[in-house]
T-cell receptor
Framework: GESVGLHLPTLSVQEGDNSIINCAYS??????FIWYKQESGKGPQFIID?????DKRQGQRVTVLLNKTVKHLSLQIAATQPGDSAVYFC?????????????FGGGTRVLVKP | DTAVSQTPKYLVTQMGNDKSIKCEQN?????MYWYKQDSKKFLKIMFS???????INETVPNRFSPKSPDKAHLNLHINSLELGDSAVYFC?????????????FGQGTRLTVV
């Protein structure tokens, strides 16, 4: 089977509760941020994004908050469901001249308890 | 109708061998990437190509040589494989590599070097 990221921080949440996943990003020049969800054996999947000129964006059951002052990003999942169990990554886009580069954070494993 | 497809999904090979991983995207995107995910789930960009031109090369050993025959394909060739190359390799694409947009990921290729 797939190797387990034993050093991944893990968030255990009861089904139906809200989840909050936090991420600190590194580059103050980053202009675009994405949250990805990675299920076992699959590639990362886009959840929601936000540009640096915004501080909040809402999707279906998910909200992303951006605090540029402290370089912090969070993902809130409302009414967490078993299907939300996965590893979640934040990614920051570092703009040119180096070329847009999506740099990923270390990931947080979310375990939803029935 | 897979958006980003990479082959093979699993690859087991001996040290010292040369192997290739293929990637194709049918999204009409201009930019393609290779990422490496280690056993701790850390995702790190290796290369990005925009319209067949190399944009980013993240100090990857020159045993790794990406090749982009056209903008829909970005293959990764690895020479003289080493144990430390064992990881999951993800191909991704995005619409515009210069504007910071969502990247779509393939399902990954799990490379095991023995």
């Amino acid at each position: 089977g797939e190797s387990v990221g034993l050093h991944l921080p893990t968030l255990s949440v009861q089904e139906g509760d809200n989840s909050i996943i936090n991420c600190a990003y590194s580059n103050s020049a980053s202009d675009y941020f994405i949250w990805y969800k990675q299920e076992s054996g699959k590639g990362p999947q886009f959840i929601i994004d936000i540009r640096s000129n915004m501080d909040k964006r809402q999707g279906q059951r998910v909200t992303v908050l951006l605090n540029k002052t402290v370089k912090h990003l969070s993902l809130q999942i409302a009414a967490t469901q078993p299907g939300d169990s996965a590893v979640y990554f934040c990614a920051e886009n570092i703009p040119p001249p180096a070329g847009n580069k999506l740099t990923f954070g270390g990931g947080t494993r979310v375990l939803v308890k029935p | 109708d897979t958006a980003v497809s990479q082959t093979p999904k699993y690859l087991v090979t001996q040290m010292g061998n040369d192997k290739s991983i293929k990637c194709e995207q049918n999204l009409g995107h201009d930019t393609m990437y290779w990422y490496k995910q280690d056993s701790k789930k850390f995702l790190k960009i290796m290369f990005s190509y925009n319209n067949k031109e190399l944009i980013i090369n993240e100090t990857v050993p020159n045993r790794f040589s990406p090749k982009s025959p056209d903008k829909a394909h970005l293959n990764l060739h690895i020479n003289s494989l080493e144990l430390g190359d064992s990881a999951v390799y993800f191909c991704a694409s995005s619409q515009d590599g210069w504007a910071g947009t969502e990247a779509f990921f393939g399902q990954g290729t799990r490379l095991t070097v023995v």
